[in-house]
């Protein structure tokens, strides 16, 4: 498959889940705080449960999710578009959240995929430690290489809270990115059609 896709990642030892409750007792200690109180006793074993469910996505094949697909359309061949996609994710830089939404569309050639799929895909990418552009251009490219449609189309716009809650300090500013790929690239009343149905204003 396409390199582009990045699903293949180095082979490294995975820590236990002793090491890594111990780390998160570490943190906790270099705070400043106690790990042996009563309210944090249990917290190591808490944070290794929620990383367990935030990065689920490493677990997961977003390649053999696109591959069930189905080629009895009626010879449908116009835009498919998935909007308001709730996203949450984490930045790979501060391990914060960055919270939004997707919008994902595609233009089939023969077949389609399941809209639970896109979804799906949008979850597998975003549950890894992510920057919004990598986010962006790898459900776009997934898409393509998968389905290989006449077009592709993704719109991201996120608010990220290691701008919010620290550094600049600077809330309700969102981020927007987008990855356009085929006829979307090509073709201006397509990108146009594809903001309207989306409801994305001002792109």
């Known amino acids: 498959m396409d390199a582009l896709i990045e699903t293949s990642r180095k082979v490294r030892a995975r820590p236990t889940r002793a ?7 570490t943190l906790l200690a270099w705070t400043g705080d106690d790990p042996d109180r009563e309210g944090l006793v249990g917290t190591p074993d808490r944070v290794v449960r929620a990383y367990e469910e935030f990065f689920e996505g490493y677990q997961d094949d977003p390649v053999a999710l696109l591959e069930r697909t189905f080629e009895e359309t009626g010879n449908y061949n116009e835009m498919v578009v998935l909007r308001d996609i709730r996203l949450e994710s984490h930045c790979e830089h501060h391990i914060i959240p960055l919270i939004g939404k997707a919008h994902v569309a ?54 990220h809270q290691c701008m919010t809650t620290r550094g600049v300090h600077k809330p309700g500013v969102s981020m927007v990115t987008s990855r356009l790929l085929g006829e979307f690239e090509t073709s201006e009343p397509l990108r146009r059609q594809f903001f309207a149905m989306a409801g994305i204003g001002g792109v």
Not at 19 to 25: G, K, L
């Open 19 to 25: 090491q890594a409750e111990e780390a998160v007792r």
């Open 106 to 159: 595609y233009l089939p050639d023969r077949r389609v995929v399941g809209i639970s799929k896109l979804a799906r895909l949008v979850d597998v990418f975003a549950h890894r430690l992510q920057i919004q552009e990598k986010l962006t251009a790898q459900i776009a490219d997934t898409i393509q290489s998968v389905l290989q449609p006449r077009g592709v189309a993704v719109v991201i716009d996120a608010a």
